[in-house]
């Protein structure tokens, strides 16, 4: 379980469970939190380019669900 009550600097996490059927993700610009009942099982990211590597390796283009969340 991933909680962070403030960022030190902007993180980005990805949390999942253990098959990785439910998958967490997200920024927290500095100063703002994290909570996620998942797993702690991905590092924090520093960099957003590596967090969305590591999300195309999962399966997941953020910026594709973002468009459909905006509906």
């Known amino acids: ?4 009550l403030a960022t ?10 253990d098959d990785k059927s ?6 927290a610009l500095e100063g703002t939190s994290i909570d996620s009942g998942q797993s702690d099982n991905d590092p924090l990211y520093y960099d957003k380019a ?3 590597i590591r999300l ?11 468009k ?3 509906v």
């Open 56 to 66: 195309a390796e999962l399966g997941i283009d953020p910026e594709e669900i973002a």
């Open 68 to 70: 459909y969340n905006d």
């Open 1 to 4: 379980m991933i909680r962070i």
């Open 22 to 27: 439910i998958i967490h993700y997200g920024e």
């Open 50 to 52: 590596d967090w969305l």
């Open 8 to 17: 030190d600097r902007d993180t980005w996490f990805i949390t999942y469970n």
